[in-house]
């Protein structure tokens, strides 16, 4: 077990890393963690993989930053897959799954009826000015077209359970993840 002071220095230094990354613009030609998406497979947590996330976030967001566009991709898949590896995740895409299983898990707690979020958005539409009125209805249908997809993709309750345990370490984690409050 490691001392707390440690756990929390490192948690620091991990945050002050991921602020630094957060304020920086994204590289398209880098696969990283996009700000508010779903995973493409989520993933039963764990404890265990709750700290791996934890412990890695720096690691592995430096690593990516550091490939900024360099070499091929498939070069960079390597590297990338290596790196998650040292914490415990199959390959850099199981990183990238567990991670948004995790902060869509954290929403979920933190916003317990997204409808209530889209409902309000969709009223506020109609008194954009500056769109025309097939704007709208797109924005309109698109944003009940992504409630129903947010709905479908409810954390399982073992998934709950685990990230409610860690909602005060994670909140950094996710407001660097969540799209930003209008």
């Known amino acids: 077990m490691k001392p707390p002071g440690l756990v929390i220095a490192t948690c620091f230094a991990a945050l002050a890393y ?15 963690v996009e ?3 779903l995973p493409d497979r989520p993933i039963a947590l ?17 690593t990516v930053k550091e490939l900024d566009g360099k070499g091929e991709a498939e070069q960079r898949t390597a590297i990338l897959d290596k790196k998650a590896a040292e914490f415990g995740f199959a ?10 299983t995790i902060m869509v898990t954290y929403h979920w707690l933190t916003h ?3 409808r209530q979020e889209v409902e309000k958005a969709i009223s506020s539409i109609p008194a954009m000015a500056n769109l025309s009125d097939k704007e709208k209805t797109d924005m309109i249908e698109g944003l009940k077209a992504g409630l129903a997809r947010v709905e479908n993709a409810k954390p399982t309750p073992a998934n709950m359970a ?5 909602l005060r370490t994670l909140k950094p984690f996710y407001e660097l993840w969540a799209p930003p409050s209008q």
């Open 91 to 100: 390959n850099f895409a199981d990183w990238v799954d567990t991670t948004n």
């Open 18 to 32: 991921a602020g630094f990354l957060a304020s920086q613009s994204p590289v398209p030609p880098v696969q990283t």
């Open 46 to 62: 764990t404890e265990d993989m709750v700290t791996r996330f934890l412990y890695g976030f720096a690691p592995v967001a430096a």
């Open 35 to 37: 700000a508010f998406v």
């Open 162 to 166: 685990i990230v409610q345990r860690h």
């Open 112 to 114: 317990p009826d997204p």
